[in-house]
């Protein structure tokens, strides 16, 4: 499923082209994709303009010149793109094979730079879903939300608050949404070998007797932004299903220390590990036993 830095690729791709543009028509193939669309959605849509798009956590935001807000999470197939229309920069487009049947919604748009074109979203899964919503408060999906890893208010002192007397291992506790934002499988796996912390080891011993945070809490901080920040300047990472917005794929899985590595030699200069595979509620986690503890 798409992670942070894999939605906020989609979004960067889309903004520069959905940005500005007024939604025309709105064709919706189908009454669902993991739930049904909410109650007049299309009649909402039509006649707005998007102004802006954003992002919080793994979902995408479509700013609308009403006031509301337009919301979509990807699911694990869920993809945008335009159809008949080339993005400049040619060498980059790539031309998806979605199967047609899969194109749930189109979006016939009027930009006033790039004229009239097609967005459509494809989900052959149709694990992904859309929400329609006026304030964030009232958004079950977002209202919950811990603070997004990359703005200012995410930091060591902020976890240390969350992690204080928590049993639950160090990669569960990252990956609890309210924790913080946005954090999947593969990121919390690579920021844990950055921090050099097991996945297993229990959150709390990482937050000093009184309360503040240790210096590996610091040191997962920055793994966690660093480790985002240098997937998103890749592109994100494409294992299976994943198109960026011009439908190329993104290319951090090619940076992974441990990440699906299991067998191999641990990359730390020096270290002789071999990275290791265990399961986590039903989830891999991947690690150097030999300088992850």
Same mark, same amino acid.
């Given at each position: 499923?798409?992670? #942070?830095?894999?939605?906020?690729?989609?979004?960067?791709?889309?903004?520069?082209?959905?940005?500005?543009?007024?939604?025309?028509? /709105?064709?919706?193939?189908?009454?669902?994709?993991?739930?049904?669309?909410?109650?007049?959605?299309?009649?909402?849509?039509?006649?707005?303009?998007?102004?802006?798009?954003?992002?919080?956590?793994?979902?995408?935001?479509?700013? #609308?010149?009403?006031?509301?807000?337009?919301?979509?999470? #990807?699911?694990?197939?869920?993809?945008?793109?335009?159809?008949?229309?080339?993005?400049?920069?040619?060498?980059?487009?790539?031309? +998806?094979?979605?199967?047609?049947?899969?194109?749930?919604?189109?979006?016939?748009?009027?930009? +006033?730079?790039?004229?009239?074109?097609?967005?459509?979203?494809?989900?052959?899964?149709?694990?992904?879903?859309?929400?329609?919503?006026?304030?964030?408060?009232?958004?079950?999906?977002?209202?919950?939300?811990? +603070?997004?890893?990359?703005?200012?208010?995410?930091?060591?002192?902020?976890?240390?608050?969350?992690?204080?007397?928590?049993?639950?291992?160090?990669?569960?506790?990252?990956?609890?949404?309210?924790? /913080?934002?946005?954090?999947?499988?593969?990121? /919390?796996?690579?920021?844990?070998?950055?921090?050099?912390?097991?996945?297993?080891?229990?959150?709390?011993?990482?937050?000093?007797?009184?309360?503040?945070?240790?210096?590996?809490?610091?040191?997962?901080?920055?793994? /966690?932004?660093?480790?985002?920040?240098?997937?998103?300047?890749?592109?994100?990472?494409?294992?299976?299903?994943?198109?960026?917005?011009?439908?190329?794929?993104?290319?951090?899985?090619?940076?992974?220390?441990?990440?699906?590595?299991?067998?191999?030699?641990?990359?730390?200069?020096?270290?002789?590990? =071999?990275?290791?595979?265990? =399961?986590?509620?039903?989830?891999?986690?991947?690690?150097?036993?030999?300088?992850?503890?």
């Amino acid at each position: 499923m798409p992670e #942070l830095p894999e939605v906020e690729t989609v979004r960067r791709g889309l903004d520069p082209y959905v940005s500005g543009a007024r939604i025309e028509a /709105v064709t919706l193939n189908r009454a669902d994709l993991r739930f049904p669309f909410p109650a007049g959605f299309r009649a909402a849509l039509e006649g707005l303009t998007i102004t802006r798009t954003d992002r919080r956590a793994k979902y995408l935001l479509f700013r #609308l010149s009403s006031g509301a807000t337009w919301l979509s999470h #990807l699911g694990m197939t869920g993809a945008y793109r335009f159809e008949g229309f080339r993005f400049k920069e040619p060498s980059r487009y790539y031309e +998806p094979e979605e199967d047609r049947k899969h194109d749930h919604i189109v979006l016939e748009l009027g930009h +006033p730079e790039h004229g009239r074109m097609k967005l459509v979203y494809n989900d052959a899964r149709r694990f992904g879903f859309m929400d329609l919503f006026e304030d964030e408060a009232d958004c079950p999906y977002l209202r919950d939300l811990g +603070p997004e890893p990359l703005s200012n208010a995410f930091n060591a002192a902020a976890m240390a608050a969350r992690f204080r007397g928590k049993a639950a291992p160090a990669k569960a506790a990252l990956l609890d949404q309210r924790v /913080v934002a946005g954090l999947g499988n593969i990121y /919390v796996s690579e920021a844990l070998y950055r921090a050099r912390i097991r996945p297993d080891l229990p959150a709390a011993r990482l937050v000093l007797k009184s309360g503040a945070a240790s210096r590996r809490l610091e040191d997962l901080a920055d793994g /966690v932004r660093t480790v985002l920040t240098e997937a998103i300047e890749a592109g994100g990472s494409t294992l299976r299903d994943f198109r960026a917005a011009d439908g190329g794929s993104g290319y951090f899985q090619h940076r992974f220390a441990v990440y699906d590595r299991e067998g191999e030699p641990c990359p730390t200069p020096g270290c002789r590990g =071999v990275i290791q595979r265990i =399961v986590q509620s039903g989830r891999s986690s991947f690690f150097c036993p030999a300088c992850q503890h």
